[in-house]
């Protein structure tokens, strides 16, 4: 693909991507009907799962990419873990400051060790401590190797914590979707969230590897010049 | 095979030489185990219940002192680049690493362990084989990973220091289910109640062990 065709995607994805979020606000503060018992409250919810998703998604990108990277040792697939595992901190920063605003007037605290709860912080330490490990790497291509074998260690750990919580009780909302507890007319707002969410990822991924290559170009001339 | 007991017999040999990882993991273990007394205010807890926790976070954090003097040591030296030209899989260096740091480990917990018998006040002579076996299957699970990024640590320019960091978050899973089992066993559980946190233990050390043994390699300088 050429720049001006890249250039022109990032465009029209940046236009598709404004319209669909001013579209799922409307759809969850204004179209959602207002939930029984929690009443406003409970809109945090569109934005709180949908983050969440949405994170689960960067990981996920994060992971494959660190094991194409190993597979291949192409740094393409570099910068795209470095920008899904960025992105994804990100994103369970909503999850983590989102969750606690809305458990405060319905849990009556703001933190509990659920399942839930243990591994969104867990897996913002996990992918924090992979951007550290990056940080103190001088060499590129090891920094590569090395940061894409934590990002699977981290990736296969993610399964295992939330199993040994589970062996607690959970006291978190059981998935909705899967329960099909969620009202039809709650439905439009919750998918337009999660769907203008995953368009926000796969731009700032993107914009993330774009910005990354283009460093790494500076820095290849800065050593040709030095 | 001869080649990992060759890596596992060297590092112990350096080590009964010089004592100092073993040392500083006993000392710094016995230390957590005081600083958790006081910070507990142990006197109105029941020791029975505080036993447990206490005991593996001097575990771990002795383990993480032992598990970065032991890559520490190759790197003062350059060791490490001789280790590499050794005529065998990378993966079995990871091995005889594990294998010597879960030594280390084990030998550091006893003491650390008899130390808390002391303080606690506990007797336990009839839980004795379930404690080890649980010691024993927490610590693999320790080592399985811990010496994969004990080695990604070392390369960095944060050195011995990042370690922790990303052992930690990394490691839940194992303190989890090694604390939940020792707090079983000390709370008088039968073997039956036992089954989960060992066979997740045994798990883990499973699956994080092939992890490393395959990546072990990479994470090495060339």
Known sequence: MNKRTTARLDMVLWGVLGLAMIAALYLAFVDAPRERTMGDLQRIFYFHVAA?????????????????????????????????????????????????????????????WSPRLTLSLVLCLLYIAYLLIRRYIEDPDRRAMIAAVF????????????????WWRDIHPAPMLESGGIDP?????????????????????????????????????????? | MTRLWAVFRKDLA?????????????????????????ALRSGDVDPRAAAPGVLWVAFAFAGTLGLNRMFAVEKENGCLEGLMMMPADRGVLYLGKMLAGTVFM??????????????FNLTVWGELPWLGLVFLLGTLGFTAVGTLLAAIAVNTRMREV??????FPVILPVLIHAVEATALILGGAGPGELKLPVAVLAAFTVVFGTIAFLLFEHVLED
């Not at chain 1, 990419?65 to 994103?91: H, I």
């Not at chain 1, 990002?151 to 589970?166: C, M, Q, T």
């Not at chain 1, 337009?192 to 990354?212: I, K, Q």
């Open chain 1, 151 to 166: 990002g699977i260690v981290a990736f296969v750990d993610a399964p295992l914590v939330w199993f040994s919580i589970r």
């Open chain 2, 14 to 38: 350096i080590e009964l030489r010089t004592k100092d990882a073993l040392n500083t993991m006993l000392f710094f273990g016995v230390v957590v185990l005081v600083v958790f007394h006081f």
């Open chain 2, 162 to 167: 990042l370690l922790p960091v990303i052992l």
């Open chain 2, 106 to 119: 084990l030998a550091a917990e006893a003491v650390i362990f008899v130390a808390s018998l002391v303080f």
């Open chain 1, 185 to 226: 007319a709650m439905r439009p707002a919750f998918w337009a969230c999660v769907a203008s969410f995953e368009l926000l990822l796969v731009y700032l991924l993107r914009r993330r590897c774009a910005l990354e290559s283009m460093r790494e170009e500076m820095e290849r001339l800065e050593r040709l010049a030095g």
């Open chain 1, 52 to 112: 969440a998703i949405t994170g689960m998604t960067a990981f996920g990108v994060n992971f494959a990419a660190g094991v194409a990277y190993v597979a291949r040792r192409d740094r393409k697939w570099d910068r795209l873990a470095l920008a899904a595992a960025e992105t994804g901190v990100v994103f369970f920063a909503i999850v983590l400051i989102t969750g606690p605003i809305w458990a405060k007037p319905v849990w009556m605290v703001w933190w509990t």
